[in-house]
C-alpha cells in the first residue's frame, strides 16, 4: 500500500491539525447549544404551557450539528493519519450534511427572527392578560428589566433585544462554521486524491 510523500504528506498532517480543530469548533458550537437551550433566562420565558418552541427548533439544529461536528471531527484525523480513503470519503459526505445543517441553522436564525420574536410577544401578551401577577410574567419583567423596573419601555421591546441577541449567536455561529468546513472538505479532497494516485503508481 503506498503511503503519500513530499508534499502530500504536508497536506496529511494540515488536514490532520484542521481536523482537531473542527473538533475543538465542534464542542464550542455544542457548548453555544447547550447554553442557549439550557440558559436560565431563557428557559424562564419560553417555560410556559403554551409557549412557542420556534426558538429552540434552530438551537436543537445547533446542537446536532455541534455533536456531528466533533465525531467527524475524531474520525477525519484518523482517516488523515491511516491515509484511509474510505473514512476521508465519510468525512467528506459527513462535512457536506453538517454543512447543509449549519446553514439551515444560521438562514433559520436570520430569516425567522421576526416569527419567533412576534411568536414570543403574543405569548406574553396572552399570558399577561390572563393572569398579569403570574410567576412567568414576573420572571419576563425581571429578566428583561422591563415594564417600570428600568429605562426598558416595555415587555415587548425588551423581548425583541433579548430574542434579538440570542438568534444573532445562532445564525453567526451556523454561517461561520459552515465557512470553516468548506476549508475541511477542500483538504479531504485533495487528500483522496493523493492516496488514490499514490496507490495506482504502486
Given at each position: 500500500m503506498g503511503k503519500v510523500e513530499g508534499g502530500m504528506k504536508c497536506v496529511k498532517y494540515l488536514l490532520f491539525?484542521?481536523?482537531f480543530i473542527f473538533w475543538l469548533m465542534?464542542?464550542?458550537?455544542?457548548?453555544?447549544?447547550?447554553?442557549?437551550?439550557?440558559?436560565?433566562?431563557?428557559?424562564?420565558l419560553l417555560n410556559g404551557e403554551k409557549a412557542p418552541d420556534t426558538f429552540f427548533i434552530g438551537v436543537y439544529i445547533?446542537?446536532?450539528?455541534?455533536?456531528?461536528?466533533?465525531?467527524?471531527?475524531?474520525?477525519?484525523?484518523?482517516g488523515a493519519v491511516r491515509e484511509s480513503q474510505c473514512l476521508l470519503g465519510s468525512?467528506?459526505?459527513?462535512?457536506?450534511?453538517?454543512?447543509?445543517?449549519?446553514?439551515?441553522?444560521?438562514?433559520?436564525?436570520?430569516?425567522?427572527k421576526d416569527k419567533i420574536i412576534e411568536d414570543v410577544q403574543n405569548f406574553y401578551s396572552t399570558t399577561y392578560n390572563e393572569n398579569n401577577n403570574s410567576t412567568l410574567i414576573v420572571s419576563y419583567q425581571k429578566v428583561l428589566n422591563c415594564c417600570g423596573t428600568s429605562a426598558t419601555p416595555d415587555c415587548e421591546t425588551g423581548i425583541k433585544d433579548f430574542?434579538?441577541?440570542?438568534?444573532?449567536?445562532?445564525?453567526?455561529?451556523?454561517?461561520?462554521?459552515?465557512?470553516?468546513?468548506?476549508?475541511?472538505?477542500?483538504?479531504?479532497?485533495v487528500l483522496c486524491c493523493a492516496i488514490r494516485n499514490s496507490r495506482e503508481v504502486i
Open positions: 491539525v484542521f481536523n465542534g464542542s464550542f458550537v455544542l457548548a453555544v447549544g447547550l447554553w442557549l437551550r439550557f440558559d436560565p433566562e431563557t428557559v424562564s445547533l446542537i446536532g450539528a455541534g455533536s456531528l461536528v466533533m465525531l467527524v471531527g475524531f474520525f477525519g484525523c484518523c468525512f467528506f459526505a459527513c462535512l457536506l450534511i453538517i454543512f447543509g445543517a449549519e446553514v439551515a441553522a444560521g438562514v433559520f436564525g436570520f430569516l425567522n430574542f434579538n441577541s440570542k438568534l444573532y449567536i445562532i445564525g453567526y455561529v451556523g454561517i461561520g462554521i459552515a465557512g470553516v468546513m468548506i476549508i475541511g472538505m477542500i483538504f479531504s479532497m
